[in-house]
């Protein structure tokens, strides 16, 4: 997903969650209470306020602010289990905030992505970091094991069909 995309696509889910389906109107009137406001809903697996907030954090922020946010955001998105948007607001947070992420922010995005089973966020993350940060070589290598083994071990397609028992008609021949 280009960023214009992934700027567009959290501007609707801002406009959506703003628009208030339920009511309610979300207001944020600086970015201290959109980061406290984002960092509540996201532990609250509120992804309509989570969004919305860290979108307007990214947005208004200065470039703390803006680093902390799609940090925020790509943490949420890993614990969600969207893959391909944690992919993508990774490679914004290297390219547009890259003086602020540490060795140790990166393998807190990877022991998500490993345990929510998102090998290519994974490998994409541990690609960039591996010359980037040699302090966390150990933890790195431990990870990509981890990873490799969920390619390896990932279902084919069809084989869960098969595990239940159903036999596809075409391959009895």
Known sequence: MKPTTLLLSIGLSCLAACSGSDGTHLHFTDVNSAMSQAEAAAAAENS?????????????????????????????????????????????????????????????????????????????????????FPEIRDELIKLEASFQDLRLNAPSEGSDMKGIGYVDSDSQQ
């Open 48 to 132: 309509e306020t989570a969004l919305a907030a860290f979108a307007y954090a990214i947005l208004e922020g200065d470039a703390e602010v803006k680093a902390e946010a799609l940090q925020g955001l790509l943490q949420f998105q890993l614990k969600q289990g969207a893959e391909s948007d944690a992919m993508d607001t990774f490679a914004r947070l290297t390219r547009e905030c890259a003086d602020s992420v540490k060795g140790s922010d990166v393998v807190k995005f990877l022991q998500t992505a490993d345990a929510q089973n998102l090998a290519e966020a994974g490998q994409t993350m541990i690609a960039y970091s591996s010359e980037r």
